[in-house]
Structures are given as C-alpha cells and as structure tokens.
T-cell receptor
Framework: AQTVTQSQPEMSVQEAETVTLSCTYD???????LFWYKQPPSRQMILVIR??????QNATENRFSVNFQKAAKSFSLKISDSQLGDAAMYFC???????????FGKGTKLTVNP | EPEVTQTPSHQVTQMGQEVILRCVPI?????FYWYRQILGQKVEFLVS????????KSEIFDDQFSVERPDGSNFTLKIRSTKLEDSAMYFC???????????FGSGTQLSVL
C-alpha cells in the first residue's frame, strides 16, 4: 500500500527566512505524482506545487520549490522568504498514475514568527 | 479564480439520521471527489465520480454512502444512517481533467451526536 509520512508535526520559521518541510513516501509504482497542499485556518485545501515522478527537474512555484529525490522516495518543500500568510497546515500527497485517489500525509503545522 | 462551493459549512445531526452534503463544483469541471478529515487525522479519499458514475471508491465508502449529480451543477454526498464516527470535515473537490489541478471546497463540518 502506498503511504506518505511527514515526520515534522510542527515547524516554525522567522519571517523572511527559509524553511524546509519533509515528506517521504512508499510506493512500488513508477508512474505517480506528488503534491504539497496548504490548509490555512479557513480549512480550504490549496495546491501549492506538483511534481510528476518522470520529471527529473524539481518543480518551482515562485517562493516554493521542492527537492524530489526519487531513489530515496523523498519530496521536501522549501519555502523561501517566508511570509505571515504562509502560516498553515501543509500536507504532502501522492497519487498513482492509474488511480484518482490522493493519499495524504498527516500534515505539518507551520508557524511564521514576525 | 473560480471556486468549489460547499453547503452547509456546519451540520449537526443525530445518530441514525440521514444527511446530504452539497457541493457545486467549478462549472466546466468533469471529475468530482469527496474526501473527509476526522479531527487530528489524515485527509482520506472517499470517492471519485466521472461521467455520471463512480469511477473509484475507498473501503470507507460503504453502502451507507452514496453520491449523485442530480441536476448537472450540484454534486451531493448522502450518508443514510449516520454514526458517531462519521463526524468529520467533508471536502468536495473537482478538476477539469483527471490529471489536472484539483480544486477543493472549504468543507462541511459534520457533527453526529
């Protein structure tokens, strides 16, 4: 069974600093996708970034980037120049290419200190 | 940006009662989903729906659950006889194509007493 593990229940960062959130996953599939979702206090899940497993290049979206280590099955999220609005729960998620189901990790609560 | 709309935001019901959670997906989207998040636990997939039928469901989605797209705009999740353990935040989501970005609604918090 595919699993997603986020080993950091909580993280904190100073405003304007950089923080990295960890995620590992377990799969025997070769065709899959990885995602980071942000869940602010409003509870709506918002897609931050997405990575296709077949792509070697790490995905980036403005201040957000990933470090995708396929062999190690690791998919960390780096947030640069952290802003107060980045404070939220962050969920790592996996989807096998042959399925429509997202498998989520337990989440990391990120606090941004002014 | 277009949004997925869920109503109500909170629903309280008695154990054994039927509830219907409502969602209005983004208008040109073709794939629809329900997820739930029990307090303090992971977000869990319930069901996906495409072309007016269930395309995939989890082991959680038993005979007590059903989904429907009754009028081409709404997408509903029905729980026939609620149990205490059905208390959770239920999220609706939609996407235009299967491999495109998934848009989530803000959720319905269901409390079963």
């Amino acid at each position: 069974a595919q699993t997603v593990t986020q080993s950091q229940p909580e993280m904190s960062v100073q405003e304007a600093e950089t923080v990295t959130l960890s995620c590992t996953y377990d799969t025997s599939e070769s065709d899959y996708y990885l995602f980071w979702y942000k869940q602010p206090p409003s509870r709506q899940m918002i897609l931050v970034i997405r990575q296709e497993a077949y792509k070697q290049q790490n995905a980036t979206e403005n201040r957000f980037s990933v470090n995708f280590q396929k062999a190690a099955k690791s998919f960390s999220l780096k947030i640069s120049d952290s802003q107060l609005g980045d404070a939220a729960m962050y969920f790592c998620a996996y989807r096998w290419g042959g399925s429509e189901k997202l498998v989520f990790g337990k989440g990391t609560k990120l606090t941004v200190n002014p | 940006e277009p949004e997925v709309t869920q109503t109500p935001s909170h629903q309280v019901t008695q154990m054994g009662q039927e509830v219907i959670l409502r969602c209005v997906p983004i208008s040109n989207h073709l794939y629809f989903y329900w997820y739930r998040q029990i307090l303090g636990q992971k977000v869990e997939f319930l069901v996906s729906f495409y072309n007016n039928e269930i395309s995939e469901k989890s082991e959680i989605f038993d005979d007590q659950f059903s989904v429907e797209r009754p009028d081409g705009s709404n997408f509903t999740l029905k729980i026939r006889s609620t149990k205490l353990e059905d208390s959770a935040m239920y999220f609706c989501a939609s996407s235009r194509e299967r491999d495109e970005k998934l848009f989530f609604g803000s959720g319905t918090q269901l409390s079963v007493l």
